[in-house]
């Protein structure tokens, strides 16, 4: 394998029991912290309201960061839209009677 990629094994075995440096361990640390966050807002939070609460907790990152660690572990926000009213039953319009007098109601007994 090292021959057919031009190393040397020596450079192999080195990379291979190299223990991970402190700013792959904070890395790691901060996306863990970012996942548990995520999933105790239900989802709903993003990356700007997730930088707060990291800078609450002592973590020095910004909101870029936080967005670029988001994308690589495949969160994003789900938004809720607020309820919003759309019948209007106490309105001072003109209610039309019924003249027609339809009845829409189906009998059991008729198949189609």
């Known amino acids: 394998m090292c021959n057919i990629l031009k190393l040397s ?4 075995y080195k990379w291979k029991n190299r223990c991970s440096s402190s ?5 790691e640390k901060i996306k863990e ?12 939070y993003g990356s700007p309201r997730i930088t707060f609460e ?3 907790l002592g973590y020095r990152i910004s909101r870029i ?5 988001m994308k690589e572990l495949g969160l994003r926000s789900k938004l809720s839209k607020k309820f919003k009213v759309t019948t209007n039953s106490k309105h001072n319009y003109l209610v039309v009677d019924n003249i027609l007098d339809r009845n829409f109601t189906a009998d059991k007994s008729s198949k189609v």
């Open 9 to 12: 094994s020596s450079g192999y």
């Open 23 to 27: 700013r792959l361990l904070l890395k």
């Open 33 to 44: 912290q970012i996942t548990s966050i995520y999933f105790s807002s239900k989802q709903r």
């Open 54 to 56: 990291l800078n609450s």
């Open 65 to 69: 960061t936080v967005a670029k660690y």
